[in-house]
């Protein structure tokens, strides 16, 4: 059976693939071609399968596109779970858990973990769609805030723009504010038991201030905290133990306790009666716990919004109009609205909208919001601008080449998302310990109650009683599962407004053990901007050459090909047509100009070919390569008949990186696919002892995975196509911004600038998030370790001290939002 399903979300001919695979790996079903123009999916089935069950599939592939019958106009609740850029959604409606429990899973609707009980946390949104307009003239309509062009009047969201985020930050302050009104008169009623002349026993007896006791906590338990109960039981039924469950046992058993007490007072023993003969009753710790408790949720609250403080900021760089040049007049157009090829003006003190190239005009552009660099870039016609940067002092005009989800601010913003919800493989050991941690606790606290039972002094049961709760309460298994994934959220962050992206979590710690960097030469420790010096030929003319070998270079996307054929053009050569064309990776391109076979590359393409070269010509290449130049040799039907050079400036910042990462003991390597004389003549201008010339992709690979078989941790950073293979094999692979997309695509961290101080930063970067990482587990491990003895009454024998079940509760509750806060220290770490 064939169905055809609409489908949204998809934008490149990547999401078609991703789609295809993902969806075929079902066993039901036969064959999947999906439809990109159409935005459609045709699936081939042997057994019929649900819209919810394909929906799931994509998702738990991480694909967040939208599937649907085909012709639907409606989509379903459940299926508007989508965080493609492109897509248009209300509301941000993805919700994760902070602790990341179940790794990068998403929820389409607001709630609490189900695994560990936290508050689930919105993902900001990834575009904007809010359109705003004037209280007083509603047919005013535009795309940003700002004032009505009629009245003057502030214009305001024409739907709600109030994240989850903050509707849960709001509805805990409420909840707060009711709990801390009534808890507070509880806990003064209780204390002024402990008077030496209690006043209030004299306005009215005490089992009536018992009853307001009761009546004042009820509102607390079964209304502002009754969340924290309800966590608990599903903690205990799905058997995922966490904070929650220990709170809600501790307070629990206190509650039902001082009930018990004061409709039963008969039958506890004497120990828990007081003078008057009535049952001591702790609605005041339960009260006044579980407010301490919701008091740390709305800090927890408010501190992780700025831990996501960066996408926020990401995000605002993104303007949401743009001038559209239509027929010599200007039209200012919704962001939404441009396409590509547009022509669009940019005037000075403005975002540039998309990504394009500068058609007409020149400007300065500050790209610090991307490349962490301060000083403005010089611009001119011919020059790429990317979303999110500001202009200068001129106006432009540019024509768009990248939209929507294309566009680079898009990408590093969607990757950051990515990136701070992954689980980096130090968090294992707090999953691992979290694990045991809360039927741990359990045990303690009831072996905490048999010791005082029956050797504590009396009255042995109340002692029992308070310290085996003080144990449930202070302890904190949260703080250890915060511990990780703030930091990586606040590093992975730190890192996107630095020009550092981050694919993964794991790449982050890696980077801090990293003791071999391997490095390609062209565009990643040179300019990657080749031009051509001169064509030498040994018989007849250069512009012969030049013809042929920018005919055959106009098929190539290599760099060095680019310099051949902008050289022809600047000489107004006219190219030819090419048959047979053909890349030989590593190596060099061949095909037939004019009826002659014509082959330019490296010696090892004219071996290949088996092309004979005088002597002459080696002599003169040898000269031109010890000067750093990398040459091309030029065969006309298997003879070596000319060379062309190509110079490629070395990056300023290349020899003061390469120092700095030498000096923190990584040891840099560079293999290059480029001449011994060219790579010894570049390692000598950067005092590179070692280097590998003549390499090809596989033998890049190779070195690779022999340095780890050595036991070394390496990252690879290079720009090109012929990267690809070494930088999926590093342990780190780092890619030039200014390369290619499948380098970028093939690296867990991509430099936007394309410069190796850049992998400097990423170093101090790691090492700054792993030091805080284990600040905060040092902290949570520590603060376990001695709280719960302490709780459990251990310094009672030489001390007399014990640990109130309210002061655990304020101890534990400030636990996890130090965790945070430290966490968020990271945002002023220099890089």
């Known amino acids: 059976m064939k169905h055809t399903y609409h489908i949204s979300g998809m934008t490149c001919s990547g999401c078609k693939n991703n789609v295809e695979s993902a969806l075929g ?50 989509v379903s609740q459940n299926n508007q779970k989508s965080n493609h850029l492109n897509q248009p959604k209300e509301g941000n409606g993805i919700f994760y858990c902070p602790m990341q429990c179940e790794g990068d899973k998403t929820y389409d609707k607001h709630g609490s973990c189900p695994k560990c009980g936290m508050d689930l946390v919105e993902q900001p949104k990834l575009i904007q769609t809010t359109k705003y307009t004037c209280p007083m003239h509603p047919e005013v309509i535009q795309n940003a805030p700002g004032s009505c062009p009629k009245c003057g009047m502030d214009l305001v969201p024409m739907e709600p723009d109030e994240s989850e985020e903050l509707k849960t930050y709001k509805s805990l302050a409420k ?56 966590r608990a039981y599903k903690s205990i039924i799905t058997w995922n133990l966490n904070m929650f469950t220990l709170v809600g046992i501790g307070t629990g058993a206190a509650f039902l306790f001082s009930i018990v007490g004061l409709l039963f007072p008969e039958v506890f023993p004497s120990e828990f009666k007081g003078a008057s003969g009535d049952v001591n009753m702790y609605f005041e710790a339960t009260a006044v716990i579980l407010t301490l408790v919701l008091l740390g949720q709305l800090l927890e609250a408010k501190a992780h919004s ?34 590509k090829d547009d022509i669009l003006r940019v005037k000075p003190g403005e975002k540039i909208p998309v990504d394009g190239v500068i058609s007409e005009g020149s400007s300065s552009i500050d790209e610090s919001m991307i490349t962490g660099e301060p000083i403005p870039v010089d611009k001119k016609e011919g020059d790429t601008v990317s979303s999110g940067t500001i202009n200068g002092t001129k106006s432009f005009v540019m024509k768009a080449l990248k939209v929507g989800s294309e566009t680079l601010l898009a990408q590093i913003i969607q990757m950051v998302s ?34 005082w039972a029956n050797f504590g002094p009396d009255p042995a049961l109340v002692y029992a009683f308070v310290n085996a709760v003080a144990v449930l309460i202070i302890a904190c298994p949260c703080a250890l599962g915060l511990a990780t994934p703030m930091s990586v959220m606040v590093g992975v962050g730190k890192g996107a407004q630095n020009g550092i992206l981050i694919k993964n979590a794991e790449a982050l710690e890696l980077m801090n053990k990293v003791n071999v960097l391997i490095t390609d030469k062209t565009g990643t420790l040179t300019e990657g901007k080749p031009s051509v ?29 680019q310099a051949v054929v902008d050289y022809a053009k600047t000489t107004k050569t006219k190219l030819s047509r090419v048959n ?49 130049k990398t040459v091309s040799y030029i ?66 690979l190779q070195f690779i995975k022999k340095l780890q078989a050595e036991g070394k941790i390496v990252a690879m950073a290079g720009d090109g196509i012929n990267d690809a293979p070494a930088l999926a094999q590093a342990n780190v692979g780092i890619a030039m911004g200014t390369g290619t997309d499948v380098a970028i695509e093939s690296a867990e961290i991509t430099l936007v600038k394309g410069d190796l101080k850049g992998i400097v930063k990423a170093k101090n970067l790691s090492h700054g998030v792993m030091k805080n990482i284990k600040q905060n587990l040092f902290f949570s491990f520590a603060y376990n370790v001695l709280g719960v003895p302490i709780a459990a009454g251990l310094l ?26 430290n966490s968020l220290r990271l945002r002023k770490t220099k890089l």
């Not at 009534?182 to 026993?201: D, G």
């Not at 030498?536 to 098929?555: D, F, K, P």
Request: charged share 20%.
């Open 25 to 74: 790996n079902l066993k039901e079903i036969t064959k999947v071609t999906a439809d990109l123009k159409k935005g459609e999916v045709v699936i081939e089935m042997s057994s019929h399968i649900s819209i919810e069950k394909l929906q799931e599939t994509l998702l738990k592939a991480g694909l967040h596109y939208t599937i649907s019958n085909a012709g639907e106009t409606k």
């Open 175 to 230: 909840k707060m504010k009711i709990s801390a009104f009534l808890a507070i008169p509880v806990l003064i009623i209780s204390m002024s038991m402990h008077l030496p002349s209690n006043p209030l026993p004299k306005l009215m007896p005490q089992l009536y201030w018992d009853w307001l006791q009761l009546f004042l906590t009820i509102p607390i338990v079964f209304y502002t905290c009754w969340m924290f109960f309800e």
């Open 306 to 339: 700025q831990t996501s403080g960066a996408i926020k900021e990401l995000l605002k760089l993104a303007p949401s109009e743009a001038t559209l040049v239509v027929d010599g007049e200007d039209k200012v157009v919704a962001i939404h609205a441009i396409k």
């Open 418 to 451: 990515d990136a701070s919800r992954s689980r980096a493989p130090i968090q294992k050991l707090a999953d691992t310990i979290s694990k045991y941690f809360v039927p741990i606790v359990v045990l303690i606290s009831i072996i905490t109650f048999i010791i």
């Open 533 to 561: 010096e001169k064509v030498v030929a040994l018989e007849g003319t250069s512009e012969e050459l030049l013809q042929q070998i920018a005919s055959l270079n106009q098929y190539s996307e290599h760099p060095l090909a």
């Open 580 to 628: 047979d064309f053909k890349t030989i990776t590593g190596m060099g391109v061949m095909g037939t100009v004019a009826n002659n076979k014509v082959a330019l590359g490296n010696e090892k393409l004219m071996v290949k070919i088996k092309t004979s070269i005088s002597n002459d010509l080696k002599t003169k290449i040898i000269e031109e390569q010890k000067l750093g």
């Open 635 to 700: 065969a006309i039907n298997q003879v070596a008949v000319g060379f062309v050079t190509i110079s490629d400036a070395i990056k300023k910042t290349s020899k003061e990186a390469i120092k700095s990462l030498m000096d923190k003991g990584v040891d840099v390597m560079m293999l290059t696919g480029d001449n011994e004389n060219t790579a010894k003549a570049v390692a000598d201008k950067l005092h590179l002892s070692n280097f590998k010339a003549s390499c090809l992709p596989e033998d890049k």
């Open 796 to 821: 009672f024998p030489f001390f007399g001290i014990l640990l109130s079940p309210i002061i655990a509760a304020l101890a534990m509750s400030f636990s996890s939002v130090s965790v945070i806060v």
